[in-house]
């Protein structure tokens, strides 16, 4: 299995944007849907967002209006806009495969929203 890695993470005011970006293997991106998770300390790792080939999209009501993910099909890439960042959307964020495959997690790219 290979991992799926995100980057584009880092420290950013509330209030402010930030894209994530996350490379997927070809076997990988054109079969399955894509999704963002993410974790928070002393939480469990949730879906935030979720990307159909086709491009449908489905997101988690806490971040519903804000977040906005995409993919971009030449390039293997799926990205996830987030505007609006609240202090509660501090964690780190992963990219996987909806369903998620347990070998296919990365390290994930922290964020972090806070003045």
């Known amino acids: 299995q290979v991992q799926l890695v995100g980057s584009g993470g880092g420290l950013v005011q509330p209030g402010g944007p930030l894209r994530l970006s996350c490379a997927a293997p070809g076997s990988v991106f054109s079969i399955y849907p894509l999704g963002w998770y993410r974790q928070a300390p002393w939480k469990q790792r949730d879906l935030v967002a979720a990307v159909t080939s086709d491009r449908s999209t489905n997101y988690a009501s806490s971040v519903k209006g804000r977040f906005t993910i995409s993919r971009d099909n030449a390039k293997n890439t799926v990205y996830l806009q987030m505007n609006s960042l609240k202090t509660e959307d501090t964690a780190v964020y992963y990219c996987?495969?909806?369903?998620?495959?347990?070998?296919?997690w990365g390290q994930g790219t922290q964020v972090t929203v806070s003045s």
């Open positions: 996987n495969s909806v369903p998620y495959s347990n070998d296919s």
